[in-house]
């Protein structure tokens, strides 16, 4: 079994990074910036924000962060990133999901200027990805390609599995495993809460892709011996953090699975990370 080791691909990727900017900053005469865009008190919110920070400072990236309080309004937040897309030192802008209650996130994702999403949430970013046009691509499954890739775990002609269809993990993951460039080209079923015979769907699986947010979903017995399974799920339980998979369950069937922690999130960072350097040279280009 082959644990896909996502902290530690995530802190080499950050390290090729690291270098790239500090190349690009003698030539472009400034750091890439990100805008962060943190809007109330959720716990789990704060602890990504403060590791995407820490992340930026490392590779050489400025981070903007703007904590806004809870009860801001609509017009705020807009005017907020409207003023972060016409400044010249901004490449890149993250507003943090979810919004509190009452902000519409779809209307302020709207706003942010396609050249500077580097979550890949803008509607032309989305649509990018699904004509497989250059753009940028939301950084929880890039990183899961990225996983695989540097693993040297093939896709071509592989039967992969979804779980979960969100526009932030299920349905960009399956376009990128359709066909990303050169990559993928994996045959991909996207499976919700009424897919019937979900067991014996996910058993079919080569590539078993889990992102439900329920935690210990996946048994053994939905799992194909020898497959590779990603596991997406962040879930705080009394028990600490679980992924949706029972990892002690099938690790002893699989070929390669992520863990959790450890496994996708540092990866979705990293890929955060790459999307801004991204942006920042396009900005400059
Ligand atoms: N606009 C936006 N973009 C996002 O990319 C975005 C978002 N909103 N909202 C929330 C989700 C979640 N997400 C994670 C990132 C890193 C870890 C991560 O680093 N996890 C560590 C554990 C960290 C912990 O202890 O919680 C790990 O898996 O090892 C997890 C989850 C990004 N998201």
């Known amino acids: 079994m082959i644990l896909l080791d996502g902290k530690a691909t995530a802190a080499a990727i950050r390290s090729e990074l690291k270098e790239t900017v500090a190349a690009k900053e003698t030539l472009y005469g400034r750091k890439p910036g990100l805008a962060v865009i943190l809007v109330g008190e959720d716990p789990a ?4 924000v403060r590791n995407k920070e820490r992340a930026c400072e490392n590779a050489g990236i400025e981070s903007l962060a703007y904590r806004l309080p809870a009860d801001v309004t609509q017009k705020d937040v807009e005017d907020l990133i409207r003023e972060l897309n016409t400044r010249d030192d901004v490449d890149g802008i993250l507003l943090q999901l979810p919004l509190p209650k009452g902000l519409d996130s779809q209307t302020c994702l709207d706003l942010i200027d396609p050249e500077k999403d580097v979550d890949g949430f803008h509607p032309v ?72 015979n979900l067991k014996e769907l996910c058993a079919e699986a080569d590539i078993l892709v889990a992102a439900i947010g329920r935690p210990h979903f996946v048994t053994a017995d939905m799992v194909k011996e020898g497959a590779v399974v990603i596991d997406v799920g962040i879930n705080r339980t009394d028990n600490g ?9 099938i690790k002893d069937k699989v070929s390669a699975i992520t863990p959790v922690p450890g496994g996708v999130g540092p990866m979705t960072i990293a890929m955060l990370l790459v999307n801004t350097i991204q942006a920042y040279e396009r900005h400059n280009a």
């Open 45 to 48: 919110s704060q602890v990504y």
């Open 241 to 249: 953090l679980a992924g949706d998979c029972d990892f002690d369950a």
């Open 125 to 196: 970013n989305v649509g990018r990805l699904a004509l497989g046009l250059p753009g940028y691509a939301p950084c929880t499954p890039a990183g899961v390609i990225e996983l695989l890739k540097r693993h040297e775990i093939t896709t071509s002609g592989k039967r992969a599995v979804i779980i979960g269809r969100s526009n932030i993990v299920g349905k960009p993951m399956a376009m990128m495993l359709w066909g990303y460039g050169d990559f993928a080209n994996a045959t991909v079923t996207v499976a919700h809460s009424r897919t019937p």
